[in-house]
Nanobody, 114 residues
Framework: QVQLVESGGDLVQPGGSLRLSCTAS????????LGWYRQAPGKERELVAT???????NFADSVKGRFTISRDYIRNTMYLQMNSLKPEDTAVYYC????????WGRGTQVTVSS
């Protein structure tokens, strides 16, 4: 079992920045890939970014060049640094872990609005 807890969501103006955190607990050694997905109202959940156990990253085209993803293995925490935020980035952001099974956090709301 893996538990995931997100934090860092907030209301931010267009062009602003936020850093989301996802702290994992439980069977951490079983995690292969960590990632972030998001779901906007009325839309399907979509991939934002992933990072593998050896640090290989993958980003959605819509966030490339604006978002970065990183892992702190000591703190068992993953981060999503979001810069140059746009209104279309508004969504609930979910932390995801690929281990023996797939695990999800409960989500954190990011709202980009003036």
């Amino acid at each position: 079992q893996v538990q995931l807890v997100e934090s860092g969501g907030d209301l931010v103006q267009p062009g602003g920045s936020l850093r989301l955190s996802c702290t994992a607990s439980g069977s951490i050694s079983s995690i292969n890939v960590l990632g972030w997905y998001r779901q906007a109202p009325g839309k399907e959940r979509e991939l934002v970014a992933t990072i593998s156990s050896i640090g290989i990253t993958n980003f959605a085209d819509s966030v490339k060049g604006r978002f970065t993803i990183s892992r702190d293995y000591i703190r068992n925490t993953m981060y999503l640094q979001m810069n140059s935020l746009k209104p279309e980035d508004t969504a609930v952001y979910y932390c995801y872990a690929q281990a023996t099974f797939d695990y999800w956090g409960r989500g954190t709301q990011v709202t980009v609005s003036s």
